[in-house]
């Protein structure tokens, strides 16, 4: 592709300091030292008390809801995005919670706040939000509403790193948030992944579900000593809290994320600078170039008609394809997660007619790659081929 979804996100630079690493004589790979230094990096920037470094952002999705039943052994509601990836919902129907779906603000591409206010009720048990590829999906009136009634906001941040909200840092808001760190995003560890959390039981937690449940993995001598006392026939070496997994990470990925972490801000900076450029040359009579854009940090150029029309959208898909410009369509997840088989049997037949505005972007939504070291004789090559559409 001419125009890839991604370009040199892994730079040589990251790799000479896991080759230096290996070049030791016997060099530790599993969970350590980088991976600690990590977590604590990472939470600096972030703004945050305590960061747990996993194996992926579905892997921080998966101990996100592990530790919510923790909290609510029942059960209950969780609101989520149709627009997302299926980690989102796939880990909520993992732990028993009931999904209550709420369509998008088109502005945004996350879910409309006051759509989610009006879905709340007696049974909801938290609110996990995506911001869509570098948008802010947060709203004051919805943060107030939340934070009135008690109920938790998960923030979903895999695709937005370093944007904000009135700020701060999205993922510093909420009271836990996951992070991805795969190869297309904004930094990458080859894969990776990371919870980030200011609730100190959160975090031993979460430090415990990472591997196998153990006792031993939390750093809170208060806790592991209720624990040796309550369980003396035990091998303290061998208690096991919870059911739980193995999702950690490694000593490579904790070194590459340190690298990684050195660049992002002006990452950051460059993505959003391309995306400005982007929506200025874009043709607002075809395209959407109306998103939220304040406290933006922007994942990949977002293609979306203004109105449906499925012979333009397929000259557009031809036309694309011809110039090697790299796509997804459906935007966000590959669009309308109602729409997918796994969600068979659990929502009504049909049901994903009641988000229109979802199902606009499954149709007639795409996103191209935007990424630190696209030029701006690139950038406006690619507006002249998707403008050129008749």
Known sequence: MKFPLMRNNIQREDLDAVIEHLKQDDPILTNGANVRAFEAEWSDW???????????????????????????????????????????VSSVLQHGFTPVFVDIDPESLAMDGDKI??????????????????????????????EKRNVLLIEDVCESHGATHGGKKLGSIGWISNFSFYYAHHMSTIEGGMICTNDPEVYQQARMLRSHGMLRESNDEALRQDYLAKNPELNPDFIFAFTAYNVRNTEIGGIMGRKQLKRLDYNVKRRTENLHRFLNQLDSKKYRTNFKLEGSSNYAFNLVLNEPNDAFVEKLMKKMNESGVEYRRGSAGGGNQLRQPYLQG?????????????????????????????????????????????
């Open 117 to 146: 206010i009006e879905s709340l009720s007696d049974k909801t048990r938290a609110v996990f939000l995506t911001h869509v590829q570098g948008f802010d999906g947060l709203t004051d009136e919805l943060i107030s509403e939340l």
């Open 346 to 390: 659990i929502v009504p037949d049909g049901y994903y007619k009641q988000f229109p505005e979802t199902d606009h972007i499954h149709f007639y939504g795409f996103y191209i790659g935007n990424f630190p070291d696209l030029k701006d004789e690139e950038i406006d090559e690619i507006c002249q081929i998707l403008n050129s559409v008749e």
């Open 46 to 88: 972030l703004g945050v008390k305590h960061s747990v470094f996993v194996n992926s952002g579905a892997s921080a999705n998966l101990l996100t809801m592990a530790i919510l039943k923790l909290r609510y052994p029942e059960g209950g509601e969780v609101i989520v995005p149709p627009l997302t990836w299926i980690s989102d």
